[in-house]
């Protein structure tokens, strides 16, 4: 019997978001989608948003549900909590499956990545998604959700969370999934990751850019499905 399976979405994203792949991921246990503290419908937590609060936040859903062992599929920065939470809990997790997770970091970096992520700018630039954001964090209010956001990936690229060395002590199997457009994240830095770590393998879509609304979900489930029904 498969562990259950936990659903992660990314920064600035919410559960919602990664609903398609609950219908054509039957058949691999019980799904589960988890929202990380801040997103979405999901209160404010009184602490600054960092990679081990969401973990622990994961932890803890985990621990009450009473599951012994999960597997994890994470989008984008679902797919960092992952591996962060396998690294510290090595027995909870079985199987994890990233996409689009970006794994280097340093100042330049999230210099870079932060650039955006001004409120006024986004609505003045991208005010499609603007407007999405706004309705997607009403809990805790989009723009607060934008500035916990910079903070964090400011302090990751001071201090990234999981080093190039750290990929060794975790002993699961990984499967590393790209788009081969995706402009976030670059392949050397996946590569790095996947000969890093122990037992990992490397999936490259063709296509498919970073938003994971512009993934095919049967596809996309077909691929975890595989991974996760191996012996």
């Given at each position: 019997m498969?562990?259950?399976?936990i659903?992660?979405?990314?920064?600035?994203?919410?559960?919602?978001?990664?609903?398609p792949?609950?219908?054509?991921?039957?058949?691999?246990g019980?799904?589960?989608?988890?929202?990380?503290?801040?997103?979405g419908?999901?209160?404010m937590?009184?602490?600054?948003?960092?990679?081990?609060?969401?973990?622990?936040?994961?932890?803890?859903f985990i621990?009450e549900?009473?599951?012994?062992q999960?597997?994890?599929f994470?989008?984008?920065?679902g797919?960092?909590?992952?591996?962060?939470?396998?690294?510290?809990?090595?027995?909870?997790?079985h199987?994890?499956?990233?996409?689009?997770?970006?794994?280097?970091?340093?100042e330049?970096?999230?210099?870079?990545?932060?650039?955006?992520?001004?409120?006024?700018?986004?609505?003045?630039?991208?005010?499609?998604?603007?407007?999405?954001?706004?309705?997607?964090?009403?809990?805790?209010?989009?723009?607060?959700?934008?500035?916990?956001?910079?903070?964090?990936m400011?302090a990751?690229?001071?201090?990234?969370?999981?080093?190039?060395a750290?990929y060794?002590?975790?002993k699961?199997?990984?499967?590393?999934?790209l788009?081969?457009?995706?402009?976030?994240?670059?392949?050397?830095?996946?590569?790095?990751?996947?000969?890093?770590?122990?037992?990992?393998?490397?999936?490259?879509?063709?296509?498919?850019?970073?938003?994971?609304e512009?993934?095919?979900t049967?596809?996309?489930?077909?691929?975890?499905?595989?991974?996760l029904?191996?012996?």
């Amino acid at each position: 019997m498969q562990p259950p399976l936990i659903i992660l979405h990314g920064a600035l994203g919410d559960a919602r978001q990664l609903e398609p792949l609950t219908t054509p991921l039957s058949g691999v246990g019980e799904i589960h989608i988890f929202g990380f503290p801040g997103h979405g419908e999901q209160p404010m937590p009184a602490s600054a948003f960092s990679i081990p609060l969401f973990a622990e936040s994961l932890l803890k859903f985990i621990q009450e549900k009473e599951w012994t062992q999960v597997n994890i599929f994470g989008y984008s920065m679902g797919g960092y909590v992952a591996l962060y939470l396998a690294k510290q809990h090595p027995n909870l997790v079985h199987r994890i499956i990233t996409l689009a997770t970006k794994f280097h970091w340093d100042e330049p970096t999230a210099a870079g990545e932060v650039k955006m992520l001004d409120p006024d700018t986004m609505r003045a630039k991208v005010p499609a998604f603007a407007a999405v954001l706004e309705q997607r964090h009403k809990a805790g209010g989009w723009r607060e959700v934008l500035k916990r956001t910079a903070e964090m990936m400011l302090a990751m690229g001071r201090d990234n969370p999981l080093k190039i060395a750290d990929y060794a002590e975790i002993k699961q199997e990984v499967l590393l999934l790209l788009g081969d457009r995706d402009k976030m994240v670059g392949l050397d830095e996946t590569l790095a990751v996947r000969n890093a770590l122990p037992v990992a393998q490397l999936g490259i879509l063709p296509g498919v850019p970073h938003p994971v609304e512009q993934v095919d979900t049967e596809v996309l489930s077909c691929i975890i499905r595989r991974f996760l029904n191996r012996p």
